[in-house]
C-alpha cells in the first residue's frame, strides 16, 4: 500500500477524462503490477481542450504527477497526443517520450492507446479484464501491464501530493470531491477555460463564458458521448452526476458547448451523428453497420417526421449499447437518444415545413462551430 | 488378413480418407468465405466440418496401419511421422508423412483453440491446404493404372477442392469489405 | 439430465466476431441476430454444457466465458 494511493484514495480523486473511475484503485493496481503508465493528453472529444492547456500551462507538475504514480525503478511513461497538434509538439519539445496518435475519434480511447503503444493500430480493444493486469488482444498478443490516465487525473494528483487531500475535497460536492477544468465553447461572448467542480450550476460555468446567449436554444454537455439539452434547462441544471443523469448524460469530460442557433439543430445532430458514424474503428458490427444506419435513420426522420420512424430510431438506439468492443456505439446513441428527446419541437417544425434554420454548407466539420 | 487384401484395405481407405478430407477442407471454406450470414446452415456447416473430420482419423487410421502391416513393401512404423525413412517409395510415402504431421498440427491447434493465441491457431490452419494438397499429391502418385477409378477419385477431389479454393480467394462479404474500408483510414 | 447449479456466463468478443451466427443456433434462447447477423446478448447466464459447445463451434472463436 502506497502513500500515495492512499492519499488519493482520501481526497477521493476520480478520473477526469469522463469515466470517473477511483484512481487510487487504478494507481494500486498499476503499482501491483507494474504496469507502463500512458498520459492521455488528447483532447479526443468534440469541443475539449483542457488536456492542451494543461500541457500548455502545467507541464511541469504534469510530470510531477505522473512520476508520483508510475511504477517502478524505471517507470516507463508516455505522454499521449495527437499527430500534428500543439500539445503533441510541446511534449515533444519538453523531451518527454511522445506517443502520436493518429486524427481518429476512437484513437484517443484508452485501450487504443494501450494497443499503440504496444505497436499496434490505435484502435479500441476487447477488454476482458483491465489492461492494468497485463492482458492479450483479440488475436492472443501479449499485452504488458499498462494503464492510461487522462492529463487532467494526473495533473490533479500532482496537486493533490502538494496541497492535500482537504484541500482537494473543499471543492464539489462529497459524493464528486474536487475542482475540475471545463472548457466553454461554442456560440458563446469568450470562449474559454474554467476551473470549476461538480455541484456549481450550468448557468455559473456559461457565465465564464460571458453567459448564456439570450438568442441561444441549446447546449451540448460532454461532446458527441454526451448530451444534448435545451437552452431552458441549462439555466436550471446543476453540473453533478444526478441532475446530468435525469438529462440522460453525465459530468462527461469538462466539456460545454453553446449550439449556435442560426443553424437548424436537427442539423447539427445529423453532422454529429454522421461524424460518428464515419469515425467507427470497423471491428464490431454493431458499430461499423449500426451506426451508418443511425445516421441514415436520422436523415430520414428530419426529412419526414413520423412517429414510425421515432420508433423505429429507438429500436436502433436499443441495439447500440455494450454490443461494441469500447463504448464508442453507446456514446453515440446517448447523444442520438437525447437529441430526439430535446429537439421534438424542432422535429414537429420539420413535419410542418416551418424550419427556418440554416442549412449547413457541406464544407464545414463536425469540429467547426465547437471549437 | 493376406497381404494384398491389407494392400486394397489400404488403398481403398486412402481415397475415402482423401475424399473426407477434400470435403472437410471444403465446408472449411464455406465457414470462412460465406457470402451472408446464415445461422442455422452455418451450424450445420461447421458441425459436419468438426465430426467429418474426426470420422476421416479412422480411415487415415486404417490406411496407415494396414500399409505398414502389409508384409509386401516395408513401410516402417518411424515412416509415419518422419518423412523420406520408408523404404518403399521414399518420396511418395513421404508425402504423405508430411501431410499426417500438418494434420496432426493442425488437429491439436484446433483441439486446444481457445489455450493458445488466436493468431497461432489461424497460422497453423491456413496450412490445411499445404496439407490437403500435399495429400493429394501423395495419393494420386501413388495409385497406379490398373486402379482409374481411385485415380479418377483423386483427381476429382482436387477439381472440387481446387474451385472452391478460387471462389475462397475471390468471394467477399460485407463485413469484410467493411473491415478493409475502415482500415484504408489513418490507425496508426 | 442434470446441469450443474451455476450457470456459466458467455461474452462476445466483438472484434473477432463477423457475424457467422452459429452462436444464435447453440444459444437459442441467450442469442439473437440483428439484421447484419451480429448478436445481441439477451442474458448472460447460460447453462453450462450449451455454453461450452458454443463457444467450441463459434468459428470465429469469438464467444467465451468469464470467470
Redesign the interface.
Known amino acids: 500500500m502506497t502513500d500515495i494511493a492512499e492519499l488519493l484514495e482520501t481526497a477521493g480523486l476520480t478520473g477526469r477524462g469522463g469515466a470517473a473511475f477511483s484512481t487510487a484503485i487504478k494507481i494500486k493496481a498499476a503499482k501491483e503490477n507494474g504496469a507502463e503508465l500512458i498520459v492521455n493528453a488528447c483532447d479526443g472529444e468534440i469541443g475539449a481542450a483542457k488536456d492542451a492547456w494543461i500541457v500548455e500551462h502545467h507541464l511541469h507538475e504534469l510530470i510531477e504527477g505522473a512520476a508520483l504514480v508510475a511504477s517502478g525503478k524505471r517507470p516507463r511513461i508516455s505522454y499521449a497526443a495527437h499527430r500534428g497538434s500543439r500539445t503533441a509538439e510541446l511534449i515533444a519539445r519538453a523531451g518527454l517520450p511522445l506517443l502520436e496518435v493518429?486524427?481518429?475519434y476512437v484513437?484517443s480511447e484508452e485501450t487504443s492507446l494501450i494497443s499503440?503503444a504496444h505497436g499496434?493500430?490505435?484502435?479500441p480493444m476487447t477488454k476482458r479484464a483491465p489492461f492494468v493486469f497485463g492482458g492479450?488482444d483479440?488475436?492472443?498478443?501479449r499485452v504488458s501491464p499498462t494503464v492510461v490516465l487522462n492529463a487532467e487525473t494526473v495533473w490533479r494528483i500532482s496537486q493533490i501530493n502538494r496541497l492535500g487531500a482537504e484541500w482537494f475535497r473543499s471543492f464539489g460536492t462529497t459524493a464528486e470531491p474536487g475542482p475540475r477544468l471545463v472548457w466553454v465553447g461554442g456560440h458563446v461572448a469568450r470562449p474559454g477555460m474554467c476551473e470549476a467542480a461538480a455541484g456549481v450550476s450550468l448557468s455559473d460555468l456559461l457565465d465564464f463564458a460571458g453567459g448564456l446567449p439570450a438568442d441561444a436554444r441549446h447546449v451540448g454537455v460532454g461532446g458527441l458521448g454526451g448530451v444534448v439539452i435545451t437552452a431552458a434547462d441549462a439555466r436550471t441544471t446543476i453540473w453533478d452526476t444526478p441532475s446530468m443523469k435525469q438529462l440522460g448524460g453525465a459530468l462527461g469530460p469538462g466539456i460545454v458547448t453553446v449550439w449556435n442557433p442560426a443553424e437548424c439543430p436537427v442539423e447539427t445532430a445529423a453532422r454529429l451523428i454522421s461524424y460518428g458514424a464515419g469515425e467507427?474503428?470497423?471491428?464490431c458490427?454493431p458499430c461499423?453497420?449500426g451506426l451508418p444506419a443511425l445516421a441514415a435513420d436520422w436523415a430520414d426522420l428530419a426529412r419526414n417526421p413520423t412517429s414510425k420512424g421515432r420508433q423505429h430510431l429507438k429500436l436502433r438506439l436499443s441495439q447500440l449499447e455494450r454490443r461494441g468492443a469500447c463504448a464508442h456505439p453507446d456514446g453515440v446513441a446517448r447523444f442520438a437518444q437525447s437529441a430526439l428527446r430535446t429537439l421534438a419541437p424542432e422535429f414537429a417544425a420539420h413535419a410542418n415545413h416551418s424550419c427556418q434554420k440554416v442549412r449547413t454548407p457541406k464544407a464545414r466539420t463536425a469540429h467547426a462551430q465547437f471549437a | 488378413m493376406s497381404g494384398s487384401a491389407l494392400w486394397y484395405l489400404s488403398r481403398a481407405t486412402g481415397v475415402v480418407t482423401i475424399v473426407l478430407l477434400t470435403i472437410v477442407v471444403c465446408l472449411g471454406v464455406i465457414?470462412?468465405g460465406?457470402r451472408?450470414?446464415?445461422?442455422?446452415s452455418?451450424?450445420i456447416v461447421?458441425?459436419l466440418h468438426?465430426w467429418l473430420s474426426l470420422g476421416m482419423l479412422v480411415f487415415l487410421g486404417i490406411h496407415i496401419v494396414t500399409a505398414i502391416l502389409d508384409g509386401y513393401v516395408s513401410i516402417s512404423w518411424l515412416a509415419v511421422l518422419v518423412p523420406f525413412t520408408s523404404g518403399y517409395e521414399t518420396l511418395l510415402v513421404g508425402l504423405g508423412t508430411i501431410a499426417l504431421d500438418l494434420l496432426v498440427v493442425v488437429m491439436v491447434t484446433s483441439y486446444l483453440?481457445?489455450r493458445?493465441?488466436?493468431?497461432?491457431?489461424?497460422f497453423v490452419h491456413w496450412a490445411s491446404y499445404a496439407m490437403w494438397v500435399v495429400a493429394l499429391f501423395h495419393g494420386f502418385l501413388m495409385g497406379t493404372a490398373d486402379q482409374a477409378g481411385l485415380r479418377a477419385v483423386t483427381l476429382a477431389c482436387a477439381a472440387v477442392g481446387g474451385l472452391m479454393a478460387c471462389w475462397r480467394v475471390v468471394a467477399t462479404h460485407?463485413?469484410?469489405e467493411?473491415?478493409k474500408?475502415?482500415?484504408a483510414?489513418?490507425?496508426? | 439430465m442434470p446441469s450443474s447449479p451455476e450457470a456459466a456466463r458467455v461474452a462476445i468478443d466483438r472484434v473477432?466476431c463477423?457475424?457467422?451466427?452459429?452462436c444464435?443456433?447453440?444459444l437459442p434462447g441467450a442469442i439473437v441476430?440483428d439484421e447484419?447477423?451480429?448478436p445481441i446478448l439477451r442474458h448472460e447466464a447460460v447453462e453450462p454444457e450449451a455454453a461450452a459447445l458454443a463457444?467450441?463451434?463459434c468459428?470465429a472463436?469469438a464467444l467465451?466465458l468469464r470467470s
Open positions: 493518429p486524427h481518429r484513437s499503440l499496434g493500430l490505435a484502435k492479450r483479440s488475436q492472443g498478443r467507427s474503428a470497423g471491428q458490427g461499423m453497420f | 465457414t470462412a460465406r451472408r450470414p446464415r445461422g442455422e452455418a451450424t461447421m458441425g468438426r483453440r481457445h493458445i493465441p488466436e493468431r497461432r491457431w489461424r460485407s463485413d469484410k467493411r473491415r474500408l475502415i482500415d483510414q489513418e490507425w496508426s | 473477432l463477423t457475424g457467422h451466427g452459429v444464435a443456433q447453440t441476430l447484419w447477423g451480429y463457444v467450441k463451434l468459428p472463436r467465451y
